[in-house]
């Protein structure tokens, strides 16, 4: 039975797979829910190739992220197996593993580097891979590649099947989704109590900005370090698919579920132009080509943009910033594998005013005082308590 | 009027701009023509940038084939009157001349070689730049162009536009369109007396066969030596256009009256392969943003394939070729320039039995004999006297 109230407890700014799945979690908690999603075609999700792979992005530096991503992984299969349930539909969840590659020197040793980080520091399940061995797993590589790093556990899901169902399980569980723009957020006492869009008002009683990339564009009472990172793909038709996901320094291939191929991506710092250019197709086959030569004879079927929500760290931005607002964005390539672990930590912060251990290190607040000299810009940053939702 | 004869003096296999301008020069010399089109996606003048350039392609060896070119160039403003004035429609004649850069040491001796070919030995308008001065003329291209040649009087149509007009005018003179794939010829006694399509046959006078890259999968008494020689373009959208034609060694940019902007065109022996590759956009790209560095930032449309109709020698093949048959294809790259040349000629031959002096040494009857040791398949290419076409 489906329950539309006129002021939900949570107005969830943001449709895509961090927004559904805390909305969705939300609904699985008692709250009422809301979601309001303004449908960019150049949501991060649409082109995102649903790699799980907390070992493939991860540097020095980021120890803490790949620590939340290596949770991330191994909590997925419960969280595909609750969802397709209750969505009646699959995601697309497999196995697959990955490989990074080195394509020459300079990338041998950082991937070198690279390994040394996952195995020893992080103690990530990798393993050190020759290029006649990359080779014998994936004969689609060049005889160029130097080497590889084998991440058997990584797995991919289709991202496009993953928001369908969590659209579905929402709808399922009696939340209201609706398109609309969201411009600003509704304000009184100094407390967050809505949003706007448009001439209309809808008051909630928490407010759950993610919005990705587009989070730093609604007016708010709080500054997000949020920028659009602009990525582009290829979508390529192959007759031999790659059995996993190939990765060098600069590019990725994968296969979807579908069968189609991707080559992705680049990572340009051009505001909100989605343009797909002829400077990043060249990028994008000039690398690709290198790491898969066959690829020379592969379809070229369409060119993609995406906005990865990005903060100046690469790292997610998740907690409450102003009474009644909690901000779950900024995953820049990480938004599918941390869609459930997100969603969760945004259930405990709402019922019980505190976020897991794992996620304490993201939030927003770790641009209060670092490195800005503004003092009054960072107080506006301030994180106070936050208490469970109230109910209308 | 529409006159729809059963038998009409002419069939004409082939709706491209070649069969639809004889089709129509042959009914405004009174005949009755049908034409039939196998609506062919990848036929060559969809993806033709319209240059009508005789000096850009020119080469040692193909002098004559220049020379014909020239004159085409010559009575195209005539033709583009007449056609326009009968089709009520314009074609988009501009003469925005052409520049044909060299991009490195290796580009700039050949140019050298073939600026002495169309300067002094064909006396053609042409000039040599240095490389300032093409920047001059066109800011778009890159510093290391070395340098130029000038084609003031080259110009360009719009291929889609003229094959609409034609079709119109081909209308508006009484003429038959159908859309049908030929599989054969029918004979009698010897002599083509018709084609067929499935079940179907329609009887003719005379058959012209202006299929295009398809002319040699027509069954046929006569093995034409056409093949499909395969060419891939870029679409894409800039925002500051290139002022001309500008062209090196490997490519092409060229805009079109629509503003869209053309870089053509790989050339690929692969048959009738009609993949977009991924190799195919790498060549493309990697040369055009040699000669225009600007294009990085252009937005990649789509990508497009075409099967130009080639002939061993690059040049057209144009005569009759069996007692009934006139053949009008393998115009290669030159299909847009030289199809109004083409059609007076197919008319000339089909009235008077002869074909004009600068057309006679493209006649299919050079394949006779030379380099063919099998007398047998040499024979069966014999040009026999074509009179009148009978009238029903």
């Known amino acids: 039975m489906t329950r539309r109230p ?3 407890d ?3 700014i943001g449709g895509g797979p961090i927004g559904l799945a805390i909305a969705w979690r939300l609904l699985r908690a008692g709250c009422t829910v809301t979601v309001l999603d303004a449908e960019e075609p150049e949501a991060a ?6 790699m799980l792979s907390p070992a493939i992005e991860a540097d020095y530096g980021q120890e803490q992220l790949v620590l939340l991503a290596r949770e991330a992984l191994a909590g997925y299969p419960a969280f595909v197996a609750m969802l397709e349930a209750e969505a009646a539909t699959a995601i697309g969840f497999r196995r697959v593993g990955s490989l990074s590659v080195a394509l020459d020197r300079d990338q041998l040793e950082a991937l070198r580097r690279r390994f040394q980080l996952l195995r020893q520091a992080l103690r990530l399940d990798v393993a050190w891979l020759r290029g006649s061995e990359c080779r014998e797993r994936e004969p689609l590589l060049s005889p160029r590649v ?6 058997p556990a990584d797995a991919q899901v289709d991202p496009r099947a993953l928001v369908a169902a969590l659209r579905e399980a929402t709808r399922r569980r009696g939340g209201l989704l609706r398109r609309a723009r969201v411009d600003s957020l509704a304000m009184a006492g100094g407390r967050v109590i809505g949003v706007r869009s448009g001439a209309e008002t809808l008051l909630a009683g928490t407010v ?3 919005a990705g990339a587009w989070a730093g564009t609604i007016a708010s009472p709080v500054e997000l370090p949020v920028r659009p990172v602009k990525g582009q793909i290829l979508r390529l038709r192959a007759e031999a698919l790659p059995s996993m996901l190939l990765q060098s320094e600069q590019v990725y291939v994968f296969r979807r579920s579908s069968g ?10 051009q505001g909100f132009d989605s343009t797909a250019t002829a400077g990043g197709t060249f990028q994008l086959l000039e690398e690709g080509l290198r790491m898969v030569p066959a690829m020379s004879e592969w379809t070229l079927a369409e060119a993609g943009v995406g906005f990865r929500p990005t903060a100046p760290d690469n790292a997610p931005l998740i907690g409450e910033i102003a009474p ?7 995953h820049h390539r990480n938004g599918i594998l941390l869609a459930p672990t997100t969603a969760e930590a945004v259930v405990r912060l709402v019922e019980h005013g505190q976020l897991p251990a794992l996620v304490a290190p993201f939030t927003p607040d770790r641009y209060r005082s670092r490195h800005d ?3 009054d810009r960072s107080q506006r940053l301030a994180v106070p308590a936050l208490g469970r939702p109230e109910r209308h």
């Open 208 to 210: 759950v900005l993610a």
């Open 260 to 269: 189609e191929v991707v080559l992705g991506a680049t990572v340009e710092e």
């Open 6 to 8: 006129r002021r939900p």
């Open 373 to 375: 000299p503004d003092r």
């Open 45 to 50: 999700w649409r082109v995102s190739a649903g």
């Open 324 to 330: 009644g607002l909690v901000v779950a964005c900024a």
């Open 146 to 151: 130097a080497a590889g790093i084998h991440a």
């Open 10 to 12: 949570v107005a969830v």
